[in-house]
């Protein structure tokens, strides 16, 4: 694909993605992300099959991002408590930020029968997350950073407390101090106080 084309493309991901954040995965529509990219039907169709082609990008657009995140500044040989930080910082403002959140739209998109069907979709970005956090943290461990954790928990402790405040600032009001007790704790489970 043509620079030109793969910028539209960006460009409809972007504007889908704020779209699936107001209003889930199950009401947009194709029209909805033609009325908001300004694009024709055989513009966009021209691009995209469907939403749900349109989403999977997006998903997996971020699990690439987080991935690359961590490991070009670990090539870098950067502090982890450096990139803990960068990260807890990043997940705290998320936590919070209601309007950007894609959690009702990642649960819609994942719990539809087709996409829930055979090997399940949600389970492997949760297993490439997990690749990703454990190289993290064996790099901070290594490097004596980090105490010697159980990654598997402190993984599934990170991913489930960022998940379930993303999914109930939705549902509720969550005031800032619930997302920075919780990071603290990790940073406090994590980094070496010596």
Request: glycine share 6%; with cysteine; net charge neutral.
């Amino acid at each position: 694909m043509n620079k030109r084309g793969e910028a539209t493309r960006r460009r409809i991901r972007e504007k889908a993605c704020l779209l699936f954040a107001e209003k889930g995965f199950k009401e947009v529509t194709m029209k909805d992300i033609c009325e908001i990219t300004g694009l024709s039907r055989g513009g966009l169709y021209g691009h995209y099959e469907n939403t749900k082609q349109i989403f999977k990008e997006i998903v997996d657009e971020m699990m690439n991002s987080q991935d690359e995140e961590f490991r070009s500044k670990m090539r870098l040989g950067l502090s982890a408590v450096h990139i803990l930080d960068d990260i807890l910082k990043r997940y705290q403002e998320e936590m919070i930020d209601r309007e950007g959140s894609l959690s009702t739209a990642i649960y819609e998109y994942f719990s539809i029968k087709e996409n829930a069907a055979g090997e399940n979709a949600l389970y492997r970005q949760y297993l490439a997350s997990f690749d990703t956090w454990k190289s993290f943290l064996q790099y901070g461990i290594d490097r004596k950073e980090f105490y010697p954790v159980d990654i598997p928990a402190v993984f599934d402790l990170i991913i489930f407390s960022y998940q379930g405040v993303r999914m109930y600032s939705r549902l509720m009001p969550v005031n800032r101090e619930v997302p920075e007790r919780m990071m603290k704790e990790i940073r406090n489970l994590l980094v070496r106080k010596e």
